[in-house]
């Protein structure tokens, strides 16, 4: 499974970002796709994540009402963040699980990370 992650760049708080990442290879009704997020000086955490074969999604807390994970049929998975805070600040990370206990990512395979920077 190869995970490319892409859509991060620099904004002010409560702009809006829209996260891609493109999924090739196989992964399985008991997977799941979504987003591991890693700020500097601090411990990787999990955002947000989507069962690849049905639409149950999962969020951090602090995320809940602001960021949408979504997937299209092409197999891309999207996070759509909206109303960003200087504390979303971090390098998102596409990740998978081949196995999927909701409702954190473990990290089985893991895409490049895309810069996420959000001043106030």
């Known amino acids: 499974v190869q995970l490319q992650a892409s859509g991060g760049g620099s904004v002010q708080a409560g702009d809006s970002l829209r996260l891609s990442c493109e999924v090739t290879?196989?992964?399985?009704?008991?997977?799941?796709v979504g987003w591991l997020r890693q700020a500097p000086g601090k411990d990787r955490e999990f955002v947000a994540a989507?069962?690849?074969?049905?639409?149950?999604v999962y969020y951090r807390d602090s995320v809940k009402g602001r960021f949408t994970i979504s997937r299209d049929d092409a197999k891309n998975v999207h996070l759509q963040m909206n109303n960003l805070k200087v504390e979303d600040t971090a390098v998102y990370y596409c990740?998978?699980?081949?196995?999927?206990?909701?409702?954190?990512?473990?990290?089985?395979?893991r895409g490049q990370g895309t810069l996420v920077t959000v001043s106030s």
């Open positions: 989507i069962r690849w074969n049905d639409p149950r």
């Open positions: 990740t998978a699980d081949r196995y999927y206990s909701a409702p954190y990512l473990k990290g089985d395979y």
């Open positions: 290879g196989r992964l399985f009704s008991s997977s799941a």
